[in-house]
Nanobody, 110 residues
Framework: QLQASGGGVVQPGGSLRLSCAASGFNFSNYTMTWFRQAPGKEIEWVSD????????KYVDSVKGRFTVSRDNAAKMLYLQMNDLKIEDTAVYYC?????RGQGTLVTVSS
């Protein structure tokens, strides 16, 4: 099971930190992923982090602004989002492979 949290309403240029609590599987064995889906758009891959955090990848549109991290002992995945833009507005999901949990809504609005 995957449960994302930490979304909310923020002004452009603001920051949010998303969290994802994992349960029911051996979290430390899996590369974890963040996806997002903006209103009326298809789901978009945002970021991956490898099992021991050695490899982190980002979609070009968030590079330099978002940072993915994980705590294997706590079975937690994080996404620090800085300098948020209106186009970052979306429901954000954490995922193991293509299996997504419940998302959290991020709204960037002035």
């Amino acid at each position: 099971q995957l449960q994302a949290s930490g979304g909310g309403v923020v002004q452009p240029g603001g920051s949010l930190r998303l969290s994802c609590a994992a349960s029911g599987f051996n979290f430390s064995n899996y590369t974890m992923t963040w996806f997002r889906q903006a209103p009326g758009k298809e789901i978009e891959w945002v970021s991956d982090i490898s099992t021991r955090s050695h490899r982190r990848k980002y979609v070009d549109s968030v590079k330099g602004r978002f940072t993915v991290s994980r705590d294997n002992a706590a079975k937690m995945l994080y996404l620090q989002m800085n300098d948020l833009k209106i186009e970052d507005t979306a429901v954000y999901y954490c995922a193991k492979g293509v299996t997504r949990g419940q998302g959290t809504l991020v709204t960037v609005s002035s």
